[in-house]
C-alpha cells in the first residue's frame, strides 16, 4: 500500500519565517504534488514534479519554492511566510503521468498556520 | 475561471437513502473525471473514475454518471452509511499543450449521512 508521509501534521509559524514541509513517499513514484486546501476553494496546485531536480509551476505558485533531491523526497518552501498562507497543505503522488491511469496518492496534510 | 463547480457546498441525507453528489464543468476538453473522498485530518483518498467515452461507471455502491453535453457528472451513492460521511471532491483531466496532465479539484461538497 502506497505511503505518502508529511512530517508534521501541525506548524506554527511566525510572519516572515522561511518555512520547509517535507513530503516522502515510499512506492517509487515519478510524480509528486503539493496542493493547499482551503475553505470554500478547494484543492488547489502549488507546485509539482515530475522527476529529480524537477519541478513546475501551479495554478498558485506564489510565494512558494520546491525542491526534489531524490526521488522519494519533495519539499515545499516558504521563503517568507505570510498569513495568508495559513492552510491545510496536501502533498501527493503518483507514478503514472495521468492520473486516470494512476489516482493521485495523498498524505494527510500539515496544517500550517503563521501568525 | 472556476473550470470544475461544485455548486451544493453541502448536503444531508439519512442512512439508507441515495446520495447524488453533483458536478458541473466548462472545459470540453476534460476528457477523464475523477471523485475523491477526504475524512477530516486525512487526506484525500480515490473513489471513483470515468472516462468521456463513457456515460456510466459503477463501482458497489458508487455509480458515476456522465453528461456530455450538459458538461454534468454526477455521483450517486446507494444506500448511504454514515461512514460515507466526508467532502466530495470531483476533478477533471486535460491535457496541456506540452503533453502534460492538467487536472482540476471543484471546492468540494461535504455530505452528512444521518443515523
Known amino acids: 500500500d502506497v505511503k505518502v508521509t508529511q512530517s508534521s501534521r501541525y506548524l506554527v509559524k511566525r510572519t516572515g519565517e522561511k518555512v520547509f514541509l517535507e513530503c516522502v513517499q515510499d512506492?517509487?513514484?515519478?510524480?509528486m504534488f503539493w496542493y493547499r486546501q482551503d475553505p470554500g476553494l478547494g484543492l488547489r496546485l502549488i507546485y509539482f514534479?515530475?522527476?529529480?531536480?524537477?519541478?513546475e509551476k501551479g495554478d498558485i505558485p506564489e510565494g512558494y519554492s520546491v525542491s526534489r533531491e531524490k526521488k522519494e523526497r519533495f519539499s515545499l518552501i516558504l521563503e517568507s511566510a505570510s498569513t495568508n498562507q495559513t492552510s491545510m497543505y496536501l502533498c501527493?503522488?503518483?507514478?503514472?503521468?495521468?492520473?486516470?491511469?494512476?489516482?493521485?496518492?495523498f498524505g494527510n496534510g500539515t496544517r500550517l498556520t503563521v501568525t | 475561471d472556476q473550470q470544475v463547480k461544485q455548486n451544493s457546498p453541502s448536503l444531508s441525507v439519512q442512512e439508507g437513502r441515495i446520495s447524488i453528489l453533483n458536478c458541473d464543468y466548462t472545459?470540453?476538453?476534460?476528457?477523464?473525471f475523477l471523485w475523491y473522498k477526504k475524512y477530516p485530518a486525512e487526506g484525500p483518498t480515490f473513489l471513483i473514475s470515468?472516462?468521456?467515452?463513457?456515460d456510466k461507471n459503477e463501482d458497489g455502491r458508487f455509480t458515476v454518471f456522465l453528461n456530455k453535453s450538459a458538461k454534468h457528472l454526477s455521483l450517486h451513492i446507494v444506500p448511504s452509511q454514515p461512514g460515507d460521511s466526508a467532502v466530495y471532491f470531483c476533478?477533471?483531466?486535460?491535457?496541456?499543450?506540452?503533453?502534460?496532465?492538467?487536472?482540476?479539484f471543484g471546492k468540494g461538497t461535504k455530505l452528512t449521512v444521518n443515523p
Open positions: 501527493a503522488s503518483n507514478i503514472d503521468s495521468f492520473s486516470y491511469n494512476s489516482p493521485l496518492h
Open positions: 512506492m517509487d513514484h515519478e510524480n
Open positions: 514534479s515530475y522527476d529529480v531536480k524537477m519541478k
Open positions: 472545459n470540453s476538453m476534460f476528457d477523464y
Open positions: 470515468i472516462s468521456s467515452i463513457k
Open positions: 476533478a477533471a483531466s486535460a491535457l496541456n499543450p506540452g503533453g502534460s496532465e492538467k487536472l482540476v
